[in-house]
């Protein structure tokens, strides 16, 4: 019993300070070859440039220590940014904007010298010339046997086909045209690849006879015309190298119409279209326009009443037709207009308009009146007194005409 309980309490540990208490010793082992490959390791993971060392250098953050005060701590710091700043200046490139702020390094557009009238001469210089249909001024450079090239001012020449260098069929080719021939041309074909327009000389003969015959219709001009052919329907012309036509209605002898052919006429414009090319003339109207051109405003006619329309009568005037419209006729009212005049009636009345492009002559018996209505109460005594009366109303067309 006694070894019992001496074994027992060996076994039980005491429950003392557990400093008291050490652990057995433990022996490290060392091995050469693991020794030397741990150093390789650490080798291989220390930087290999200059130039990461300063990175690290300039990364490192400051640091807290437990022994040392916080002034302590900031002198370090700054001590270390100041080296590190120092290092950061001497790599980063120089910026010449920091040190002297009226240097640019960079300009801007608006800040470079700017020529405007070298940039829009610039754009004219190379501005196409020729639009189609414009009028421009050359000179002949070069002939050959299918055209002419002509200086336009352009980059290119001007090419004229020998087609479009002048009306009808041209003969003497080479010696109509020679080298530094000044001429006037229209475009017909806006600039190809090459930069080169097509020009016509035949086309602006054209235009120009059109505005010609245009402007001579419009005044009422009379024009005499060589007959160069005949259809059925008519007689042909030229007219400023133009094709005219004359219907045989439109002729004072139509019957035998082929004896024009050779001869000249004086003739009428009746309608000229230079978009469609058309351009009508007429012998009769002709003849009208001659005698409308020997009539004046505020003369006073005698003539015939060749019919009564709804809007008024037409008067035969020898040769030509005036028109007595309704609202020229009185001063008075009146229900119906065959109560002033019949057909077959002989008539005076005062000339108070003349259309010579339109071959129309106004009538007017209004003014003749010395009292509203007086012709439809007194017609004989207004035509009676119609050429003492007219003498009154002269100096009113009269200062008409002036205010034209």
């Not at 930069?195 to 006879?209: K, N």
């Not at 009538?363 to 209505?373: I, M």
């Given at each position: 019993m006694?070894?019992?309980?001496?074994?027992?309490?060996?076994?039980?540990?005491?429950k003392?300070?557990?400093?008291?208490?050490?652990?057995?010793?433990?022996?490290?082992?060392?091995?050469?070859?693991?020794?030397q490959?741990?150093?390789?390791e650490?080798q291989?993971?220390q930087?290999?440039?200059?130039?990461?060392?300063?990175?690290?250098?300039?990364?490192?953050?400051?640091q807290i220590?437990?022994?040392g005060?916080?002034?302590?701590?900031?002198d370090?710091?700054e001590?270390t940014?100041?080296?590190d700043?120092?290092q950061?200046?001497?790599?980063?490139?120089l910026?010449?904007s920091?040190?002297?702020?009226?240097?640019?390094l960079?300009r801007?557009?608006?800040?470079?010298?700017?020529d405007?009238?070298?940039?829009l001469?610039?754009?004219?210089?190379?501005?196409?010339i020729?639009a189609?249909g414009?009028?421009?001024?050359?000179?002949?450079?070069?002939?050959?046997?299918?055209?002419?090239?002509?200086?336009?001012?352009?980059k290119?020449?001007?090419?004229?086909?020998k087609k479009?260098?002048?009306?009808?069929?041209i003969?003497?080719?080479?010696?109509k045209?020679?080298?530094?021939l000044e001429?006037?041309?229209?475009?017909?074909?806006e600039?190809?690849?090459d930069?080169?327009?097509?020009?016509s000389a035949?086309?602006?003969?054209?235009?120009q006879?059109?505005?010609?015959?245009?402007?001579?219709?419009?005044?009422?001009?009379?024009?005499?015309?060589?007959?160069?052919?005949?259809?059925?329907g008519?007689?042909?012309?030229?007219?400023?190298?133009?094709?005219?036509?004359?219907?045989r209605?439109?002729?004072?002898?139509?019957?035998?119409?082929?004896s024009?052919?050779?001869?000249?006429l004086?003739?009428a414009?009746?309608?000229?279209?230079?978009e469609?090319?058309k351009?009508?003339?007429?012998?009769?109207?002709?003849s009208?326009?001659?005698?409308?051109?020997s009539?004046?405003l505020g003369q006073?006619?005698?003539?015939?009443?060749?019919?009564?329309?709804p809007?008024?009568?037409?008067?035969?005037?020898?040769?030509?037709s005036?028109?007595l419209h309704?609202s020229?006729?009185?001063?008075?009212?009146i229900?119906?207009?065959?109560?002033?005049?019949?057909?077959?009636?002989?008539?005076?009345?005062l000339?108070s308009?003349?259309d010579l492009?339109?071959?129309?002559?106004?009538?007017?018996?209004?003014l003749?009146?010395?009292s509203?209505?007086?012709?439809?109460i007194d017609?004989?005594?207004v035509?009676?007194?119609?050429?003492?009366?007219?003498l009154k109303?002269?100096?009113?067309?009269?200062?008409?005409e002036q205010?034209?």
């Amino acid at each position: 019993m006694g070894v019992s309980n001496n074994n027992a309490q060996e076994n039980i540990q005491p429950k003392g300070n557990k400093k008291d208490f050490k652990k057995p010793l433990q022996v490290l082992h060392i091995s050469k070859k693991d020794t030397q490959k741990k150093s390789q390791e650490i080798q291989n993971e220390q930087p290999n440039s200059q130039e990461e060392i300063k990175k690290e250098n300039i990364a490192i953050k400051p640091q807290i220590f437990k022994d040392g005060s916080e002034t302590e701590i900031k002198d370090r710091n700054e001590n270390t940014k100041s080296l590190d700043s120092s290092q950061h200046d001497l790599n980063k490139p120089l910026n010449f904007s920091e040190q002297n702020t009226d240097f640019q390094l960079e300009r801007t557009v608006d800040e470079f010298d700017f020529d405007e009238s070298a940039f829009l001469e610039a754009l004219n210089a190379n501005e196409p010339i020729g639009a189609t249909g414009e009028t421009i001024s050359g000179k002949v450079i070069a002939i050959e046997s299918d055209g002419l090239y002509i200086d336009i001012g352009g980059k290119a020449p001007g090419y004229m086909p020998k087609k479009e260098c002048g009306l009808g069929v041209i003969t003497n080719f080479k010696e109509k045209f020679s080298i530094g021939l000044e001429m006037e041309v229209l475009v017909i074909k806006e600039q190809n690849a090459d930069g080169m327009v097509t020009v016509s000389a035949r086309a602006l003969i054209l235009r120009q006879s059109w505005e010609k015959v245009s402007s001579s219709a419009k005044n009422g001009e009379l024009i005499d015309v060589l007959i160069n052919g005949f259809n059925r329907g008519g007689l042909t012309c030229d007219v400023d190298g133009l094709r005219g036509f004359i219907p045989r209605s439109q002729l004072e002898d139509g019957q035998d119409h082929q004896s024009f052919v050779g001869k000249t006429l004086k003739v009428a414009f009746l309608e000229v279209n230079p978009e469609s090319r058309k351009l009508v003339l007429s012998e009769k109207k002709a003849s009208l326009v001659s005698k409308l051109t020997s009539l004046e405003l505020g003369q006073l006619i005698e003539g015939e009443v060749l019919a009564v329309k709804p809007y008024g009568f037409f008067i035969d005037l020898g040769g030509a037709s005036g028109l007595l419209h309704q609202s020229s006729l009185t001063n008075g009212s009146i229900r119906s207009l065959r109560e002033i005049f019949r057909e077959g009636e002989v008539i005076k009345a005062l000339i108070s308009e003349i259309d010579l492009e339109k071959g129309r002559i106004g009538l007017n018996t209004a003014l003749l009146e010395n009292s509203a209505g007086e012709l439809i109460i007194d017609k004989q005594k207004v035509m009676q007194e119609a050429t003492e009366r007219a003498l009154k109303t002269k100096a009113l067309f009269d200062k008409k005409e002036q205010d034209k």
